[in-house]
C-alpha cells in the first residue's frame, strides 16, 4: 500500500467495483434512504412533536444513560481482562480467550432470555440481589447489564493488540529512569492505550445504543421508565405508525452515522499513533 | 467492528512476566486477576452456563419434544435456509468489494469503505424498518407487489433481505485489510505469466486468503442463525411459516413455556460454541501460515 502504482495490470476492476457499488446501493444505501424520505412525508411541526414526545425523549434518555454506563462499565473490565489476557498465564487462559467472544456469537434473543433468568426475582442471582434491595430485571438496571453483555467484546478485542504490541523496553526505560510502576503505567502505559480505549468505548457505546435483543427480555419496556429506543420504533410499527417510527428512526440513525464518522477518526489517530512509535 | 479487529496475527505473550520492569506484583496479579475473572464469568459464562440448565431443568424428554415439535422443526428449517443464501451472497460481495478495494487505486475509496461498515452502525430495528418501507403494503413496491401477487414482507424473501443487511459487512472487512497486506506482486507476476483473470484469482488469491475467508464465513454464518431484531421486524411471527429459531424462541417464552424457550435456545448456544471453537482454530491455523511465511 502506499506505493504509488502506475499502470495496474490486473484484471477485474470495472467488474468487481461495478458489482460492489450496485450491491451496495441495492442492500444498504437506497433502502436506508428510504428511512429519510418517508420520514420527509411528515410536516416539519409532526416531525417534532413526535421525536420530542416524552415517551421518546425518556426513551432517549434511558438508552443513552444505559449505553454510556455500559461502555464506561466494559472500558474499566475489559481492559483488565486484556491486561491479564496479555500479561500473565493462568489456567484455562485460552478458554477465557476465545470465550471473550461469545457476546459476537451468541444470538442476542438467546442472550435476553439467559439473564433474565439470571436476574428475575426467583433466578441465579436475583434470589440473592433483590432480598438486598436491588432489583436488575425489569428495571433500567437490567437494560444496563444487558448492555455490559454484548459490549464487552469490543472493548477486550481492540485493546488486547495494543497491549501486545506494547514493547516491553518503555517501560524498562521509565523502571531504569528511577519511576516507580504507578507513573510508569500513568505515563507510559495509559497514553499509549488511549487511542483504543476511546475506540473501544465507542464501539461498545455505538453497539449499545441500537441493541434490541438482549434487551426487550429483561427491560420490563414499562413506558417512560425502562422502554428503549428501538421498542418505541417496533411498537410504532405495529400501530401501523409508519411515519412515526421513520422520524424516530432517522433521529438514531443520524446518531449513528456520526459515531460512525467518531471511529473512524479514533482508528484513523490509533493508526497515525502505531505507526508514530514504530 | 461487530466481528472484532482481526486476530489474524497475534504477538507472543509470556514476554512480559519474565522481565522485571514488566512484572506486576504478586498482590496486583491477584486483584487484577480476581475482578477480572470474576467479572468473566457472572457477566459471560453465568449466561451460558444458564440456557443448558434451564433448559434441561424438566428433564431430556421435554428437551427433546420441544426440539422435534413441527413448529421448532420448521423454524430451524428456515433459519437454515436464510442462512445458506445470505452466506454466499455476502461471500461473493466480500471478495468482490476486496478485489475491487485492497488490489486497485480509485477516488472515494475511504468513502467506499466506510459504506460498507454502515450495517453494523445501524439498530437492527432500523434495517428491518428500511425494508418494510421499499416493500411493504404502503411501501414503494408495495401496490405493484400485491398487484404481482408476491410477498416479501412478512414472507421469507423478507427475512433473507434483513439478514443480508445485518451480515453485510463480515467478509468484505476481513478480507480487505488481508489482501491489503498482501499487495499485488504475486497476482501480477501470474497474469504477466500468461494466467486469466479468473485463473490467477482462484490459483493465487483464494490460497491466500483462505483462512481469512474462513473467518469471515464462520462469523457471517453465527449472526445470520442468530439474528433477532432486523427478522423480527420483516417476518410478521406467522408460525410454521416465517419464524426463525431466535423468533420462535421468543414467542415460547412468551408463552411461558420456559422450558421449551430454552431447549431451542440451547441449540442456538451450541452454534455460538462450535462458532467460537471454530474461529480460534482458523486463528491458530492463520497465525501458523503467517509464521512459515515469515521464517
Known amino acids: ?278 | 467492528m461487530a466481528g472484532g479487529s482481526s486476530r489474524l496475527a497475534k504477538a507472543g505473550q509470556t514476554r512480559f512476566e519474565a522481565r522485571e520492569a514488566t512484572r506486576d506484583s504478586a498482590l496486583v496479579k491477584g486483584i487484577v486477576l480476581t475482578l477480572s475473572l470474576v467479572f468473566f464469568a457472572v457477566f459471560l459464562l453465568l449466561p451460558l452456563v444458564v440456557v443448558f440448565a434451564e433448559a434441561l431443568r424438566k428433564g431430556w424428554d421435554t428437551y427433546l419434544a420441544a426440539l422435534v415439535e413441527p413448529d421448532a422443526l420448521s423454524a430451524i428449517k428456515l433459519t437454515l435456509t436464510a442462512a445458506l443464501i445470505a452466506v454466499p451472497l455476502n461471500v461473493v460481495f466480500g471478495v468482490s468489494a476486496a478485489w475491487a478495494i485492497a488490489k486497485f487505486e480509485f477516488r472515494g475509496k475511504a468513502l467506499l469503505v466506510t459504506l460498507i461498515d454502515l450495517p453494523f452502525s445501524v439498530s437492527p430495528v432500523i434495517a428491518g424498518l428500511c425494508y418494510v418501507l421499499v416493500f411493504g403494503a404502503q411501501g414503494w413496491f408495495g401496490s405493484w407487489l400485491a398487484a404481482n401477487d408476491i410477498k416479501i414482507i412478512f414472507a421469507v424473501p423478507g427475512i433473507v433481505l434483513a439478514t443480508v443487511f445485518v451480515t453485510f459487512p463480515f467478509v468484505a472487512r476481513e478480507l480487505i485489510p488481508l489482501m491489503e497486506a498482501q499487495g499485488t506482486e504475486e497476482e501480477e507476476a501470474a497474469t504477466v505469466l500468461g494466467a486469466s483473470g479468473w485463473q490467477t484469482f482462484w490459483r493465487v488469491t483464494i490460497p491466500n486468503i483462505k483462512w481469512g475467508l474462513m473467518y469471515g464465513i464462520i462469523l457471517t454464518n453465527a449472526r445470520a442463525m442468530g439474528e433477532f431484531g432486523a427478522v423480527s421486524v420483516v417476518s410478521g411471527h406467522i408460525r410454521g411459516f416465517t419464524n426463525t429459531m431466535p423468533l420462535h424462541v421468543e414467542i415460547l417464552y412468551n408463552e411461558y413455556q420456559f422450558a421449551a424457550a430454552f431447549a431451542v435456545a440451547s441449540l442456538l448456544a451450541l452454534l455460538a460454541l462450535v462458532t467460537l471453537a471454530l474461529k480460534t482454530f482458523v486463528e491458530w491455523q492463520a497465525e501458523r501460515a503467517h509464521k512459515e511465511i515469515e521464517a
Open chain 1, 1 to 278: 500500500m502506499g506505493i504509488a502504482k502506475g499502470r495496474n495490470v490486473l484484471p477485474g476492476f470495472g467488474l468487481s467495483l461495478g458489482f460492489t457499488l450496485a450491491y451496495l446501493s441495492l442492500i444498504v444505501l437506497l433502502p436506508l434512504s428510504a428511512v429519510f424520505l418517508k420520514s420527509a412525508t411528515l410536516s416539519g411541526a409532526a416531525f417534532w412533536d413526535t421525536i420530542t414526545a416524552p415517551r421518546a425523549m425518556a426513551s432517549y434518555r434511558l438508552t443513552f444513560m444505559a449505553s454510556f454506563g455500559a461502555a464506561l462499565v466494559n472500558v474499566v473490565f475489559g481492559s483488565l481482562l486484556a491486561w491479564a489476557l496479555v500479561r500473565y498465564s493462568f489456567p484455562g487462559k485460552k478458554i477465557v480467550d476465545a470465550m471473550v467472544d461469545l457476546p459476537f456469537a451468541l444470538p442476542t434473543a438467546v442472550a435476553g432470555i439467559a439473564l433474565t433468568a439470571i436476574y428475575a426475582k426467583n433466578g441465579w442471582l436475583g434470589a440473592w440481589l433483590e432480598p438486598m434491595g436491588l432489583k436488575v430485571a425489569f428495571t433500567p438496571l437490567g437494560v444496563l447489564v444487558a448492555l455490559i453483555f454484548i459490549g464487552l467484546p469490543f472493548v477486550v478485542r481492540t485493546v488486547q493488540p495494543v497491549l501486545e504490541d506494547l514493547d516491553a523496553e518503555y517501560e524498562e526505560a521509565a523502571a531504569s529512569l528511577g519511576a516507580d510502576r504507578l507513573t510508569t503505567l500513568r505515563l507510559v502505559v495509559l497514553p499509549t492505550l488511549l487511542p483504543a480505549l476511546l475506540t473501544g468505548f465507542t464501539l461498545a457505546f455505538a453497539r449499545a445504543l441500537g441493541e434490541y435483543g438482549s434487551v426487550i427480555f429483561i427491560a420490563g419496556n414499562l413506558p417512560l421508565v425502562s422502554e428503549i429506543t428501538p421498542l418505541i420504533i417496533i411498537t410504532k410499527l405495529e400501530q401501523y405508525d409508519y411515519a412515526g417510527a421513520t422520524a424516530i428512526a432517522s433521529v438514531m440513525l443520524i446518531v449513528s452515522f456520526a459515531l460512525l464518522l467518531a471511529i473512524n477518526a479514533l482508528q484513523a489517530w490509533a493508526g497515525r499513533r502505531a505507526a508514530g512509535m514504530g
